[in-house]
């Protein structure tokens, strides 16, 4: 056996586009929940680039982080969300790419809409998911969001992609 470790391609597939409902409808704390205990967010600031740790990056965040973004989030005189977003995570082009220490590493394609009054952005990634079984649940332990515009002006991001 494989004790849980192999993880079918429609598992994957319905785990990102969960997370991707659960940002959309603003369900950030069911989204969070999605995460492992040990988990890593992160968005280099630099297309290829390959330390999170040496060079700085638009988001590196753990789960502890995650959680702070979430309550900020939540809160109901959040200035950064008033008003609030609406997003739409449009997720594609998903493929199971082997296995890392951190799990089953899913590659997918991701275009992110968001408009809050009364701006607009469109941004799109590739995106790398590393998924494990947890008490037999699939859950996220890692992930990286590489931008294609990185490393042009970007407005500031509240909802993660």
């Known amino acids: 056996m494989d004790g849980g ?23 950030f704390a069911a989204w969070l929940d999605l995460y ?3 988990a890593i ?6 297309w290829g680039q390959e330390s999170r740790e040496y060079e700085v990056s638009l988001m590196n965040e753990d789960r502890m982080t995650l959680a702070a973004r979430v309550g900020r989030l939540m809160h109901p005189r959040a200035h950064a969300q008033l008003p609030p977003s609406r997003t739409v995570h449009m997720i594609t082009n998903i493929r199971l790419a082997g296995f890392a ?6 590659q997918s394609a ?15 990634a590739l995106v790398e998911h590393r998924l494990r079984r947890e008490d037999g ?3 996220i332990a890692w992930k990286r969001v590489d ?3 990185c490393d042009q002006p ?8």
């Open 110 to 124: 991701c275009l992110f809409h968001e408009f809050r009054a009364p701006d607009r952005t469109t941004l799109a």
């Open 147 to 149: 931008l294609l515009e």
């Open 36 to 38: 492992t205990e040990d």
């Open 5 to 27: 470790r192999v993880i079918a391609l429609g598992e994957a597939a319905d785990l990102l586009h969960e997370e991707a409902r659960l940002l959309d409808e603003r369900e």
């Open 137 to 139: 649940r699939l859950r």
């Open 41 to 46: 967010y992160w968005m280099p600031a630099r």
């Open 101 to 106: 220490d951190e799990g089953q590493r899913v």
């Open 154 to 161: 970007l407005r500031a991001l509240q909802i993660p992609i």
